[in-house]
């Protein structure tokens, strides 16, 4: 660069003056409002937005739903008991249930085969009979859901029999369309397990009776049924709990109790919060230490423990509905977050420059609170709201899940996921369908919120 | 530092005697009286009750009976189990939910460290997404429910596999404690991820990062020395909570997986409404969370000079 | 080529969600041991991010080093990390920044800071290095050394920061110091004292200083040679006295005159430089100082000068200093300078 490089030769023209400096850029943006700006960076989140929607479906669910959907979140659908979604619904139309006199052994009994199903299994009942077992005093009819391996594991007994004679067994109790595995075990004089036993497989058909088909009006006709007809069930989209009553049903309802307590109670501890904090950051001084103390207490509580221990205290035992002691409960133990936050947001606030020089420029108490204070501290509120819904959804769910929260019959998502634990093994989606509805909706308001944040602090858009 | 310290304990003790004292008005104003009904399901556990907490005399009576024998220790006896200890039950079950809680914490702390620094060094990048999902799972999904549908998954694995990968349930061996631990410690683990990767980014972005690279330090050294080290004191802060989250999750998770620690005996001490138990175990736990909080605080002001010289 | 370190057509650029930002626009200058160079402009011009550039701190991506090249001792080391066996940053070339309390690892002592560069670069032992650590900080004017070897960044004062930082950056008897604005965060007596501690280790080692500032009269002060920097480019290029008696760019007219002065008169008061930089996503074709440039011409507006050399040394890019342009420029500059506004 020491030494000049070729120089063009300029055209007179070139070295005009500039006339205007209108070569200067204009650098000017459209002015949009804070929340303008906090609208359009949310709208531009994609998950934000989906959760949005999510939250407005969830909304749509909960409240336009048993409109559309209109079956009793309580009735009990007895033939369809833990049936699974997309379950094959139809039932055969049998005769009336007769008592079985162990006489009639003419249906398809076949002496000297051991173990044997005197007829076919039916919903109705499940007719057995067996050949002595040689060395027998005695037997026991044992009925599983899966085939055993050793005597020792057939668990508790359907029927204990302590005489030889009696080698047939009718099984009446609870029986549902599915596939058993019934076993006769050999008894010695003293009642004792000999260890012979023998099994067979059972495939359970689901039938009704014209009569009940009449009742639950299953049928357009029912007097022209015949005994082998095919009716079909009513229907369960979702499937039903161990009860038979609807999921869907009882997702709807259980939603109504989650939601009421998951916007509810933050809504009021949140207002609360506010209040409580704005009051303190406010008038300051002594008042706001002693206040602020008061909140740190309550704030070492731990949360869950008193959450149980107010249920106890305000005598909500198992059995017992406890949504509105929740509700209160929740509201008294959630509150001293917002409350410190409000009032940092506060203190911080009344030292800024703005504010000075607001004041000095003659504003009043009023004008401070209205033009400053409020908007610039509704964005940590809202997201603060955002946040403890999800909070108390969780702590809901929590409580019901370990029976302390609402009780039988009113449904939550929380108690659905407590009696579906119960069935987790054999009916897995009792459990599953309420525990994605929580996580649904509680991954929908973090999404959420997550997005407000972002959008609402500008300065936090890079720390996720 | 001392001060603080004393301090700290002071608030803590203060804290304690709130957490006795609310229990205790609050159990007095359970409806009913306490031993009425099938409560005290027979003569000698009434006499003993009466005895022991003088429930003919005055209340304000009771009050200093009840912190005379918290002070000492003294739990009081279940209502629910003749002649058994408050004592003994916590005695007995304490030391499992505190390894279960002890094996929860360390996995979610050092998974949380882990992947939230993994994250923060792939920015924007497959594993960043793949983890982040994960945790937003993670924090959605309550614990209960991980702790059911993994042990759904376990039992069907058991059987496809025709042998048993781990223990279903119970306890006992070490096999039994870790997917309770794990299941337990999830839910934190995704939230100290997420708290860890904007720490560390904002670590990343800081200028003594920038200034140890004008040194001339290798990256491993710069991670393991500077940034590490620096991005994981705001996760120690949020230790105290996290340990208060674990402990009463551990409820639910020993529930599901039929441990049997004192948080499946409180929650069904509850469920029984076996008074003595739900007071002394509340107190216990309290007592135990408070000064955890206080423990990690004290902790972190001695790891971070910036609060121990302050 | 004789010079310690020099940098040629240098161009860094910043991949952004708005477009790329083109930082630096090619530059290239040099600097001889024992030599100070000092970079001047206003705020984004550049000169931090080249200097950072050259260092190889500039975080890749979103960073790019598009074109041009840098060497030490006539051995090209940009992209290297080291350079015959030694490293290039913390032990050719030290640096120091802007703002020491925030550049300093807030939670590990200030002894072991300094010590970490001498376990690297050096492979002392962790005593040797912490004990060399405390001469270092005495050799820089820290009282009692040995305790404030142990103490942490927030302990200090900011002065006192600076020159631990100084002390780290020379550790390793660097060739090469690069000072980027390093006593902007400090009161004026401190600035005074760093300053006189940089001369001092100069003479004493040798080593060559490039100083980023925007403060004309820390130029005056410390420096040989001076690069003026506008919108990524080195629009003038001078001896330090050149550049202040001869100034031959608007630019730096106006940064002179943009100086507050002790002296009250008209001719003394202080004007800012109307306008703004260019939006350096799109720099303009020509000349990025025409829009705010009194005497603009029109060839200004489409074509950006080519460095015209007015002196030994010195050389400026301006269309002013074409031979065909035949107002006096010294007239000109003279005007602005006494009525205080331009013609």
Request: glycine letters at 8%; hydrophobic letters at 45%; aromatic letters at 10%.
């Amino acid at each position: 660069m020491e030494n000049n490089p070729v120089i063009r030769r300029l055209r007179p023209a070139d070295l005009e003056p500039l006339s205007s400096q209108s070569a200067a850029p204009l650098l000017v943006r459209p002015s949009r409002s804070y929340w303008q700006d906090a609208w359009g960076r949310l709208k531009s989140n994609k998950r934000a937005l989906v959760s949005l929607y999510l939250i407005i479906g969830l909304l749509l669910f909960t409240f336009a739903g048993p409109l559309v959907w209109r079956v009793d979140p309580a009735l009990q659908d007895i033939d369809q008991i833990s049936v699974p979604p997309g379950a094959d619904r139809g039932a055969m139309v049998v005769d009336p249930f007769v008592a079985w006199d162990n006489v009639s052994l003419d249906d398809g009994y076949q002496g000297g085969t051991g173990l044997s199903l005197a007829g076919d299994p039916t919903t109705q009942s499940v007719r057995l009979h067996w050949d002595a077992i040689p060395g027998a005093s005695g037997y026991r009819v044992y009925r599983n859901n899966y085939p055993t391996q050793d005597a020792d594991a057939l668990g508790l007994p359907l029927l204990q029999i302590n005489n030889t004679q009696q080698m047939y067994y009718e099984d009446r109790l609870d029986l549902r369309a599915q596939t058993y595995y019934y076993s006769v075990a050999a008894l010695d004089e003293s009642g004792q397990l000999t260890g012979d036993y023998e099994s067979l497989q059972a495939d359970v058909v689901r039938v009704i009776t014209v009569n009940e088909v009449r009742a639950r009006d299953l049928s357009d006709n029912p007097d022209a049924l015949q005994p082998g007809d095919q009716v079909r069930l009513s229907w369960h989209p979702l499937g039903t709990d161990y009860l038979g009553r609807d999921m869907l049903a009882r997702l709807m309802a259980g939603a109504r109790v989650s939601l009421f307590i998951g916007l509810l109670a933050p809504l009021f501890f949140v207002a609360f919060g506010v209040l409580y904090g704005a009051t303190s950051g406010f008038v300051g001084g002594r008042f706001d230490s002693v206040m602020m103390r008061f909140a740190d207490f309550v704030v070492a509580l731990p949360f869950l423990l008193f959450m149980i221990l107010f249920q106890v205290v305000f005598g909500i035992g198992p059995g017992e509905s406890g949504i509105v002691p929740m509700l209160i409960a929740l509201i008294i133990l959630s509150w001293p977050a917002t409350a410190r936050l409000v009032r940092g947001q506060i203190l911080q606030i009344r030292e800024e420059a703005y504010v000075s020089a607001a004041r000095l420029l003659g504003a009043s108490q009023n004008y401070l609170i209205l033009r400053h204070m409020i908007p610039n501290t509704l964005g940590v509120i809202l997201v603060t709201l955002t946040f403890a819904v999800p909070a108390a959804i969780f702590t809901e769910a929590f409580l019901s899940f370990i029976g302390m929260g609402v009780a039988p019959p009113t449904a939550s998502w929380g108690s659905m996921c407590n009696e579906g634990l119960k069935t987790m093994l054999t009916h897995p989606h009792e459990l599953i369908f309420p525990a994605a509805m929580i996580s649904i909706t509680v991954l929908a308001f973090n999404l959420l919120g997550d997005g407000l944040r972002d959008a609402l602090d500008a300065k936090m858009r890079n720390t996720e | 530092m001392w001060w603080y310290t004393l301090k700290r304990l002071f608030q803590g003790v203060i804290t304690v005697w709130f957490i006795a004292t609310a229990t205790f008005i609050g159990m007095h104003n359970v409806p009913g009286d306490p031993l009425s009904g099938d409560r005290a399901t027979n003569a000698t556990i009434r006499a003993n009750l009466e005895a022991r907490y003088g429930l003919d005399r005055p209340v304000t009576e009771q009050y200093f009976i009840y912190m005379r024998n918290m002070l000492r220790g003294d739990f009081g006896i279940s209502y629910t189990q003749q002649n058994r200890e408050v004592n003994d039950i916590i005695r007995e079950h304490f030391p499992v939910s505190a390894t279960l809680g002890i094996l929860a914490v360390l996995f979610a702390a050092m998974g949380g460290i882990l992947f939230g620094a993994l994250t923060a060094l792939f920015r924007n990048r497959l594993p960043d997404y793949i983890i982040m999902f994960l945790v937003i799972l993670g924090i959605s999904v309550p614990s209960f429910v991980f702790a059911a549908l993994s042990q759904l998954s376990l039992v069907n694995m058991n059987n496809v596999l025709g042998f048993s990968i781990l223990p279903v349930a119970g306890w006992g061996t070490v096999s039994h404690m870790l997917l309770p631990a794990l299941v337990l410690g999830l839910g934190t683990m995704a939230y100290m991820t997420r708290l860890m990767r904007s720490s560390m980014l904002e670590v990343m972005s800081s200028d003594y990062i920038r200034t140890a690279r004008a040194k001339g330090l290798s990256p491993t050294r710069i991670f393991s020395r500077h940034q590490l080290r620096n991005a994981v004191l705001p996760v120690i802060t949020v230790l105290g909570p996290a340990i208060a989250a674990i402990t009463t999750g551990g409820f639910v998770v020993e529930l599901v997986f039929a441990i049997p620690g004192l948080g499946r005996y409180f929650v069904q001490a509850v469920q029984q409404l076996d008074y003595t138990v739900i007071m002394g175990t509340t107190v216990f736990y309290g007592a135990f969370l408070v000064f955890m909080v206080i423990l990690v605080d004290l902790v972190y002001g001695w790891i971070d000079p910036r609060v121990r010289l302050q | 080529m004789s010079a310690l370190l020099s940098v040629d057509n240098l161009h860094v650029e910043f991949a952004t969600y708005g477009g790329i930002v083109q930082a630096v626009r090619g530059i290239s200058f040099s600097v001889d041991a024992g030599q100070t160079l000092a970079i001047v402009g206003e705020s984004g011009c550049g000169k931090s991010v080249s200097m950072q550039a050259v260092m190889g701190l500039i975080p890749m991506p979103p960073g790019r080093i598009r074109t041009g090249s840098a060497q030490l001792r006539g051995q090209d080391f940009l992209g290297k990390t080291h350079l015959d066996g030694k490293a290039i940053c913390g032990d050719e070339i030290g640096m120091i920044f802007q703002d020491p309390m925030s550049s300093l690892n807030p939670t590990m002592c200030i002894g072991d800071q300094i010590a970490e560069t001498l376990e690297v670069h050096r492979g002392y032992s962790r005593t040797q290095a912490f004990a060399r650590a405390i001469e270092l900080l005495e050799l820089v004017k820290i009282p009692e050394a040995s305790k404030r070897a142990r103490q942490y960044p927030f302990e200090f004062s900011g002065g006192m920061l600076q020159r631990a930082m100084i002390a780290m950056a020379i550790a390793c008897k660097p060739s090469v110091l690069i000072a980027d604005e390093p006593t902007t965060a400090l009161d004026v007596t401190i600035q005074a004292q760093i300053l006189d501690l940089l001369k001092e280790i100069q003479q004493e080692t040798g080593m060559a200083i490039i100083l980023i500032t925007h403060d004309l009269a820390v130029v005056a002060r410390m420096a040989d040679k001076v690069a003026v920097m506008y919108a990524g480019q080195i629009v003038e290029s001078a001896s330090v006295d050149d550049l202040f008696y001869k100034s031959a760019h608007p630019y730096t007219l106006g940064l002179k005159l943009a100086m507050p002065s002790n002296k009250s008169d008209a001719a003394h008061q202080l004007q800012p430089i109307a306008g703004s930089p260019p939006d350096l996503f799109s720099p303009p074709a020509g000349c990025a100082y025409c829009a705010r440039c009194p005497w603009a011409m029109q060839v200004c507006q489409g074509d950006n000068p080519p460095p015209f050399v007015i002196g030994d040394g010195h050389y400026a890019k301006c269309w002013l200093q074409h031979p065909q342009q035949e107002r006096d420029i010294d007239g000109l500059y003279q005007a602005v300078t006494v009525t205080g506004a331009p013609a």
